[in-house]
């Protein structure tokens, strides 16, 4: 019985105690090296794969050596039982995860993942390694969009499937996560667009009818996209100038409250409202093609539906509004979340106010400076 380390360079399992490998490899001080266990088992040999922790090749060892001491079973390693697709059908299925509103983006994500990997690779072999040539291979292909996959979409995917195999190791379901210390690249997708109101002002211009209100909302009020194309009259109350968003409307499933503002409000009530009520906007979907030619048009560059967003929370920060009451209508649960949407220009640093306490307890600095004695006196 003894611990077993495998070469990065040609994959040969050496004794831990050998310093070089045959093929000339230094595996003492190679990096991410694979560890196994070598064990005798009723007269047969056998090799179980561990994974990079040398720690967890001493404990499943001293484990197989107690259970053989004391005529016990040995329990094979579980993350040599179960495969990548298996794992994944595993996790989707778990009812916590049925309920997540956002259960389709998370499938999507653990079959980016696993589909280049191999849905029958199992677990055991999963090496954080496979993980850095997905990274790699995924930031060069294009998405849907046609443009790269952006790092924080990359990040998504492998924070997604890191997820799945650490609730595995909660449920038993595996021994360990093998890449539990992998780390996220580096992200630089916070937006720095805000609109002036001449450019906002050009952008309503050139919008279609289609999509005019929607933008106009978006540009006003706090709210995310979905929440706009799914407006309801009975969600709007003229009476308290306020929309009110029930919990299944919500990205956090929380009730939200939002102020109209009176040229959304003012909008809202030339509108033609049905008996019935119902949907405000005819169409749920976005007319992607449409807001882009009103962008081209107004010479916004690369300005998003999303940055629209920005602007609203951006400007009530302007208007002197509250923390605190800006990320209640923004549906915002955390300050690093709300930070990425207020952009501070260099028109607010312009206006920085000064405070000199010198100035107000012992005169004016000027007169400090006259009666400071010069060098030399």
């Known amino acids: ?67 053989k001491a004391e005529g016990r079973y040995v329990r094979k390693n579980k993350n040599a039982d179960i495969t990548l ?10 009812s916590e995860v049925k309920e997540k509103r ?58 997604n499937f890191k997820a799945m195999l650490n609730r595995a190791v909660e449920f038993s379901v595996i021994e360990y996560n093998p890449i539990k210390k992998i780390r996220q690249l580096e992200e630089n997708n916070v937006r720095e667009r805000i609109l002036t109101s001449e450019e906002f002002k050009r952008l ?7 999509i005019r209100g929607q933008v106009l909302i978006a540009y006003y009020l706090p709210m995310r996209r979905a929440e706009i194309l799914n407006l309801k009259w009975e969600e709007i ?9 029930g919990g299944d409307r919500t990205k956090n499933k929380k009730v939200r409250s939002i102020p109209l503002h009176p040229k959304v409000a003012a909008y809202l009530k030339k509108l ?28 916004l560059g690369n300005f998003t539906f999303h940055d629209l967003r920005h602007c609203a929370i951006n400007n009530l920060r302007l208007a002197g509004n509250d923390q605190y009451m800006i990320k209640q209508a923004s549906g915002h649960k955390t300050d690093i979340a709300f930070s990425r949407y207020n952009l501070v220009t260099e028109d607010e640093m312009m206006g920085m106010k000064w405070y000199d306490s010198a100035d107000s307890e012992s005169g004016t600095m000027d007169t400090y400076m006259d009666t400071k004695p010069k060098i030399g006196e």
């Open 1 to 67: 019985m003894g611990i077993l380390v495998e070469c990065p360079s040609c994959k040969r399992r050496n004794s831990i105690k050998i310093q070089h490998c045959k093929c000339g490899k230094n595996i003492r001080k190679a990096a991410c090296k694979c560890y196994w266990i070598d064990i005798y088992y009723y007269g047969r040999r056998r090799r179980e794969r561990i994974g990079h922790s040398k720690l967890a090749a001493e404990n499943r060892l001293r484990e197989v050596q107690t259970a």
């Open 85 to 94: 697709g298996e794992l994944s059908d595993w996790y989707l299925g778990l």
């Open 102 to 159: 956002s259960n389709k983006d998370i499938a999507i994500c653990l079959k980016n993942v696993i589909s280049r990997i191999g849905e029958k690779q199992i677990a055991l072999q999963l090496t954080m390694g496979q993980i850095e040539q997905f990274r790699q291979r995924r930031l060069s292909e294009k998405t849907p969009t046609g443009r790269p996959a952006k790092p924080s979409t990359v990040n998504r995917d492998v924070a």
């Open 204 to 210: 309503i211009q050139n919008c279609a009818e289609a």
């Open 237 to 245: 109350d003229f009476k308290f100038s306020l929309i009110r968003l």
């Open 272 to 299: 033609p409202r049905p008996i019935k009520g119902g949907f405000i906007f005819s169409s749920r979907r976005w007319r992607r093609k449409s807001y882009k030619k009103a962008v081209k048009a107004s010479e």
